[in-house]
Protein backbone atom coordinates (compact mmCIF):
# COMPACT_ATOMS: atom_id res chain seq x y z
CA UNK A 1 0.00 0.00 0.00
CA UNK A 2 1.03 3.88 -0.08
CA UNK A 3 3.23 5.28 2.73
CA UNK A 4 3.60 8.84 3.82
CA UNK A 5 4.07 11.38 1.11
CA UNK A 6 5.68 14.50 0.63
CA UNK A 7 5.78 16.80 -1.35
CA UNK A 8 8.22 18.59 -2.64
CA UNK A 9 11.09 16.58 -1.87
CA UNK A 10 12.75 19.51 -2.44
CA UNK A 11 12.35 23.59 -2.13
CA UNK A 12 14.88 26.31 -2.58
CA UNK A 13 13.69 29.94 -2.12
CA UNK A 14 15.05 32.68 -1.40
CA UNK A 15 14.68 34.94 2.16
CA UNK A 16 12.19 36.13 3.20
CA UNK A 17 9.85 34.26 1.25
CA UNK A 18 6.36 32.02 1.92
CA UNK A 19 6.74 28.04 1.88
CA UNK A 20 4.51 25.79 1.55
CA UNK A 21 5.09 21.73 2.44
CA UNK A 22 2.67 18.75 1.87
CA UNK A 23 2.22 15.75 3.39
CA UNK A 24 -0.30 13.08 2.56
CA UNK A 25 -0.38 10.67 5.51
CA UNK A 26 -1.12 6.46 5.43
CA UNK A 27 -5.35 6.31 4.63
CA UNK A 28 -6.82 5.87 8.24
CA UNK A 29 -4.12 7.36 10.47
CA UNK A 30 -5.55 9.67 12.86
CA UNK A 31 -2.33 10.90 14.24
CA UNK A 32 -0.22 13.14 11.90
CA UNK A 33 3.46 14.46 13.30
CA UNK A 34 5.33 16.87 11.81
CA UNK A 35 9.64 16.96 12.81
CA UNK A 36 13.03 18.88 11.44
CA UNK A 37 16.22 17.28 10.65
CA UNK A 38 19.23 19.79 10.96
CA UNK A 39 22.97 18.19 9.48
CA UNK A 40 23.73 15.83 12.21
CA UNK A 41 20.75 16.63 14.56
CA UNK A 42 18.20 14.33 15.75
CA UNK A 43 14.54 14.55 14.82
CA UNK A 44 12.99 18.38 16.17
CA UNK A 45 9.74 17.95 16.71
CA UNK A 46 7.16 20.85 15.41
CA UNK A 47 3.54 19.51 15.81
CA UNK A 48 1.40 17.15 16.55
CA UNK A 49 -1.98 16.72 15.01
CA UNK A 50 -5.00 14.07 16.32
CA UNK A 51 -7.62 14.39 13.39
CA UNK A 52 -7.77 17.94 12.27
CA UNK A 53 -7.31 19.59 15.72
CA UNK A 54 -3.46 20.35 16.82
CA UNK A 55 -2.92 19.70 20.62
CA UNK A 56 0.65 19.83 20.61
CA UNK A 57 2.22 22.87 19.01
CA UNK A 58 5.07 23.44 21.21
CA UNK A 59 7.67 22.40 19.12
CA UNK A 60 7.06 25.27 16.35
CA UNK A 61 9.99 27.41 16.74
CA UNK A 62 8.46 30.78 16.18
CA UNK A 63 5.16 32.17 14.78
CA UNK A 64 6.39 32.75 11.42
CA UNK A 65 5.77 28.35 11.32
CA UNK A 66 2.04 27.34 11.23
CA UNK A 67 0.56 24.47 10.23
CA UNK A 68 -3.26 22.80 9.19
CA UNK A 69 -4.80 19.47 8.54
CA UNK A 70 -8.38 19.25 6.85
CA UNK A 71 -10.41 16.29 6.37
CA UNK A 72 -8.15 14.60 9.07
CA UNK A 73 -6.08 13.76 6.34
CA UNK A 74 -3.73 15.97 3.86
CA UNK A 75 -1.28 18.60 6.46
CA UNK A 76 0.47 21.62 5.32
CA UNK A 77 2.89 23.08 7.07
CA UNK A 78 3.25 26.59 5.74
CA UNK A 79 7.06 29.16 6.78
CA UNK A 80 6.58 32.66 6.42
CA UNK A 81 9.09 35.01 5.45
CA UNK A 82 11.69 32.10 5.75
CA UNK A 83 14.93 32.89 7.12
CA UNK A 84 18.75 30.96 6.65
CA UNK A 85 18.13 29.10 9.39
CA UNK A 86 15.10 27.35 8.27
CA UNK A 87 17.53 25.24 5.73
CA UNK A 88 16.45 21.36 7.19
CA UNK A 89 14.68 18.47 6.02
CA UNK A 90 11.17 18.49 6.93
CA UNK A 91 9.95 14.90 8.45
CA UNK A 92 6.09 13.88 8.00
CA UNK A 93 4.83 10.85 10.15
CA UNK A 94 1.71 9.19 10.44
CA UNK A 95 0.89 6.94 13.00
CA UNK A 96 -2.81 4.91 13.55
CA UNK A 97 -4.02 5.97 17.22
CA UNK A 98 -2.58 8.30 19.86
CA UNK A 99 -1.52 5.63 21.87
CA UNK A 100 1.62 5.95 23.80
CA UNK A 101 3.25 4.00 21.64
CA UNK A 102 2.42 3.62 18.02
CA UNK A 103 4.90 2.86 15.21
CA UNK A 104 5.20 6.12 13.27
CA UNK A 105 5.53 5.88 9.38
CA UNK A 106 7.96 8.35 7.70
CA UNK A 107 7.76 10.42 4.57
CA UNK A 108 10.75 10.85 2.39
CA UNK A 109 11.22 14.57 3.61
CA UNK A 110 11.15 18.06 1.66
CA UNK A 111 14.68 19.38 1.75
CA UNK A 112 14.24 23.19 2.04
CA UNK A 113 17.06 25.04 1.29
CA UNK A 114 16.87 29.18 2.04
CA UNK A 115 19.53 31.30 0.32
CA UNK B 1 22.32 17.98 29.22
CA UNK B 2 19.71 16.71 26.29
CA UNK B 3 16.98 14.12 27.30
CA UNK B 4 18.28 11.79 25.24
CA UNK B 5 22.09 11.33 24.39
CA UNK B 6 23.42 9.64 21.32
CA UNK B 7 26.70 9.55 20.14
CA UNK B 8 26.69 10.94 16.17
CA UNK B 9 29.90 8.63 15.15
CA UNK B 10 30.54 7.76 12.19
CA UNK B 11 31.31 3.97 13.58
CA UNK B 12 32.92 2.36 11.16
CA UNK B 13 33.38 -1.33 11.52
CA UNK B 14 34.07 -4.51 9.15
CA UNK B 15 31.56 -6.58 7.09
CA UNK B 16 30.80 -9.52 9.60
CA UNK B 17 31.82 -7.28 12.79
CA UNK B 18 29.36 -7.17 15.98
CA UNK B 19 27.97 -3.47 16.29
CA UNK B 20 26.63 -1.87 19.30
CA UNK B 21 24.66 1.02 19.69
CA UNK B 22 23.93 3.40 22.33
CA UNK B 23 21.65 6.50 24.06
CA UNK B 24 21.29 7.27 27.62
CA UNK B 25 18.58 9.36 28.63
CA UNK B 26 17.60 11.53 32.13
CA UNK B 27 13.78 11.07 32.06
CA UNK B 28 12.52 8.56 33.99
CA UNK B 29 9.02 8.54 32.88
CA UNK B 30 10.42 6.65 29.35
CA UNK B 31 8.91 3.39 29.05
CA UNK B 32 9.00 2.74 25.56
CA UNK B 33 12.52 2.38 23.69
CA UNK B 34 12.36 2.28 19.85
CA UNK B 35 15.14 1.79 17.37
CA UNK B 36 14.62 3.26 13.83
CA UNK B 37 17.00 3.22 10.75
CA UNK B 38 17.57 6.00 8.39
CA UNK B 39 19.28 5.29 4.98
CA UNK B 40 20.93 8.33 3.07
CA UNK B 41 17.71 11.07 1.74
CA UNK B 42 15.17 8.37 3.13
CA UNK B 43 12.39 8.65 6.15
CA UNK B 44 13.35 6.89 9.17
CA UNK B 45 11.57 3.92 9.43
CA UNK B 46 10.98 1.74 12.57
CA UNK B 47 13.51 -1.05 13.41
CA UNK B 48 13.04 -2.37 16.58
CA UNK B 49 10.79 -1.54 20.21
CA UNK B 50 10.79 -2.21 23.25
CA UNK B 51 8.26 -1.59 26.55
CA UNK B 52 10.29 -1.24 29.92
CA UNK B 53 13.09 -2.91 30.66
CA UNK B 54 14.52 -6.52 29.25
CA UNK B 55 15.68 -7.71 25.80
CA UNK B 56 14.04 -8.00 22.40
CA UNK B 57 15.40 -10.06 19.52
CA UNK B 58 14.81 -9.96 15.51
CA UNK B 59 16.80 -11.69 13.65
CA UNK B 60 20.39 -10.27 13.90
CA UNK B 61 18.77 -7.34 16.08
CA UNK B 62 18.82 -7.53 19.60
CA UNK B 63 17.69 -4.41 21.81
CA UNK B 64 18.07 -4.25 25.46
CA UNK B 65 16.65 -1.44 27.94
CA UNK B 66 18.40 -1.28 31.61
CA UNK B 67 15.59 1.76 33.10
CA UNK B 68 17.91 1.42 36.21
CA UNK B 69 21.06 2.78 34.23
CA UNK B 70 19.01 4.44 31.83
CA UNK B 71 20.79 3.10 28.89
CA UNK B 72 19.63 1.39 26.19
CA UNK B 73 21.84 -0.76 23.75
CA UNK B 74 20.57 -1.74 19.90
CA UNK B 75 23.26 -4.60 19.12
CA UNK B 76 23.43 -5.99 15.17
CA UNK B 77 25.20 -9.18 14.71
CA UNK B 78 26.72 -9.93 11.48
CA UNK B 79 26.71 -6.59 10.14
CA UNK B 80 25.89 -6.07 6.23
CA UNK B 81 27.24 -3.30 4.07
CA UNK B 82 23.64 -2.69 3.41
CA UNK B 83 23.51 -1.85 7.55
CA UNK B 84 25.20 1.23 6.64
CA UNK B 85 22.85 3.88 7.56
CA UNK B 86 22.16 6.33 10.77
CA UNK B 87 20.32 4.23 13.83
CA UNK B 88 18.13 6.95 15.85
CA UNK B 89 16.89 5.74 19.25
CA UNK B 90 13.65 7.35 20.02
CA UNK B 91 11.65 6.97 23.37
CA UNK B 92 8.47 8.11 24.92
CA UNK B 93 6.35 7.89 28.25
CA UNK B 94 3.80 10.51 29.74
CA UNK B 95 3.60 11.59 26.15
CA UNK B 96 2.49 11.02 22.76
CA UNK B 97 5.37 12.41 21.39
CA UNK B 98 8.57 10.60 21.39
CA UNK B 99 11.92 12.16 21.87
CA UNK B 100 14.57 11.40 19.24
CA UNK B 101 18.32 11.19 19.35
CA UNK B 102 21.12 12.65 17.39
CA UNK B 103 21.14 9.52 15.83
CA UNK B 104 24.88 7.57 14.93
CA UNK B 105 25.89 6.95 11.66
CA UNK B 106 26.76 3.43 10.37
CA UNK B 107 29.19 2.18 7.88
CA UNK B 108 30.25 -1.14 7.76
CA UNK B 109 32.87 -1.52 4.67
CA UNK B 110 33.03 -4.61 2.57
Known amino acids: GAGVSQSPSNKVTEKGKDVELRCDPI?????LYWYRQSLGQGLEFLIYFQGNSAPDKSGLPSDRFSAERTGGSVSTLTIQRTQQEDSAVYLC?????????????FGPGTRLTVL | QKEVEQDPGPLSVPEGAIVSLNCTYSNSAFQYFMWYRQYSRKGPELLMYTYSSGNKEDGRFTAQVDKSSKYISLFIRDSQPSDSATYLC??????????FGRGTSLIVHP
Open chain 1, 27 to 31: SGHTA
Open chain 1, 93 to 105: ASSLDRQYYNEQF
Open chain 2, 90 to 99: AMNGGSYIPT
